[in-house]
């Protein structure tokens, strides 16, 4: 994994973990939606429980629930989610597919 390049393998958190809840350097669970790509960082899209967005700095590691808990666990949980996503106020697109990977 060392040997690819930050937008490689943020390409493959997407592929792997998009629209997964996640933690991120706090006990706050969140749906990853995405990846933005501003002037000063890269940030992770999470969308807190209560609809809003959150910018959390890729440079921080995240964890996805769905390969943490059973089957089980995890659907009451996004089901949790689900119930709250008709309150979404807030969006921002994911923009990993733009990514230029520059591995070298
Ligand atoms: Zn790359």
């Not at 390969?67 to 119930?83: A, G, V, W």
Request: charged fraction near 30%; glycine fraction near 4%; include cysteine.
């Amino acid at each position: 994994m060392n040997d690819k390049c930050v937008y490689c393998q943020l390409k493959k958190l997407m592929v792997e973990s998009k629209n997964h809840l996640v933690l991120c350097s706090s006990d706050t669970v969140y749906r990853l939606i995405g990846i933005a790509d501003e002037p000063e960082d890269l940030y992770y899209i999470l969308r807190r429980l209560n609809g809003s967005i959150l910018l959390s700095s890729c440079v921080g590691g995240i964890t996805d629930l769905f390969y943490q808990f059973d089957e089980e666990t995890y659907n009451e949980l996004n089901h949790i989610f689900l119930l709250n996503e008709d309150i979404c106020f807030e969006d921002m697109s994911d923009e990993s597919d733009k990514f230029e990977c520059c591995c070298k």
